[in-house]
């Protein structure tokens, strides 16, 4: 699944969490690492999110959440995103999710899990060689 060109992620608060600083620290340090970021702020909804990324021709959602409602509104942002036909856009979280609800939300579609003590180095590093441009391809 490779990009070329600068890799577009959109950051996102979905329900009504209040609490916005990992995900402004995680916009940040992805935005510092050559990506293009959209924040889209506090309290989206998950069709707010997908109609986000994908008038902003994202290649991934990262959805920060802390609210407990995790296994509702990340299922809602992966079945628009196969309505809208842009299943292409991959999604990965972070925040409060406890350890038994991680593997049923990657059987769902969900591409990676980032629980608290997650460094920023290790997402960037995930985005990054999760979204490399494939082998041989000229840089951007």
């Not at 060109?5 to 050559?34: E, S, Y």
């Amino acid at each position: 699944m490779g990009v070329t060109g600068p890799i577009r992620v959109v950051v996102a608060k979905p329900g009504l969490d209040g609490h916005d600083r990992g995900a402004k620290v995680i916009a940040r340090a992805l935005r510092d690492a050559g990506m293009e970021v959209i924040y889209t702020g506090l309290h989206q909804t998950p069709e707010q999110i997908v109609d986000t990324a994908i008038q902003e021709d994202a290649d991934a959602i990262g959805l920060s959440i802390l609210s407990g409602a995790h296994n509702t509104l990340f299922a809602r942002v992966l079945e628009l995103l196969k309505e809208r036909d842009a299943e292409d856009i991959r999604v990965f979280g972070g925040g409060i999710i406890p350890e038994e609800d991680i593997a049923p939300l990657k059987e769902k579609g969900v591409a990676e899990i980032f629980t608290p003590g997650a460094t920023t180095t290790s997402i960037v590093e995930w985005v990054t060689t999760t979204f490399a441009p494939p082998a041989g391809a000229p840089p951007a």
